[in-house]
């Protein structure tokens, strides 16, 4: 049942493992033991939860698309500008598109409908309404898997090898 982020040679991570196949890994020298929970798998063999590759695996890099649920995603279903996270949630363009503002990562975010209606066709700043975070391009879609096991409170250490949690 334990998950197990498996990092590249570089430690960026890589994907999100069994716990079996991690221990083949790592029995077959693939792979070295970066993290464990203390528990064992049996005597003296602990039970781990990031293992790194020995060898550098090359990636080819694969974009996330610009989708509602993904930015919703990204954005942890949270307002950014008051906080609230519930069912009525809509996206807001930072920089309206009335005035230039373009459907892309860095000017979408997630807004309740409140705010959103308050802001109206202003940009935060004018609307006095200043974002929580900065809104970004996901790093990979593994990047918003191990923020849903790192924030749901499991896998707390793998928190230092993925970038912006």
């Known amino acids: 049942m334990s998950k197990v982020l498996v990092l590249?040679?570089?430690?960026?991570?890589?994907?999100?493992?069994?716990?079996?196949?991690?221990?083949?890994?790592?029995?077959?020298?693939?792979?070295?033991?970066?993290?464990?929970n203390g528990k064992l798998v049996r005597a003296g063999v602990p039970l781990p939860t990031v293992v790194r590759l020995r060898s550098y695996v090359q990636v080819p890099y694969k974009e996330i698309p610009l989708t509602r649920r993904n930015v919703l995603h990204r954005d942890s279903h949270t307002c950014q500008y008051c906080g609230y996270t519930g069912d009525e949630l809509t996206l807001d363009h930072v920089i309206p598109r009335?005035?230039?503002?373009?459907?892309?990562?860095?000017?979408?975010?997630?807004?309740?409908?409140?705010?959103?209606?308050?802001?109206?066709?202003?940009?935060?700043?004018?609307?006095?309404?200043?974002?929580?975070s900065t809104p970004r391009r996901p790093y990979s879609s593994l990047h918003f898997e191990v923020a849903r096991h790192v924030n749901s409170g499991k896998n707390e250490e793998w928190r230092k090898y993925v970038i912006g949690l």
């Open 8 to 36: 590249n040679a570089s430690y960026e991570p890589l994907n999100i493992t069994g716990w079996k196949r991690a221990v083949v890994l790592m029995l077959k020298e693939k792979a070295e033991q970066v993290e464990h």
């Open 98 to 132: 009335s005035r230039g503002g373009s459907d892309k990562w860095d000017n979408m975010i997630t807004a309740c409908v409140r705010c959103n209606v308050k802001k109206g066709n202003r940009t935060p700043r004018e609307a006095d309404m200043p974002l929580r």
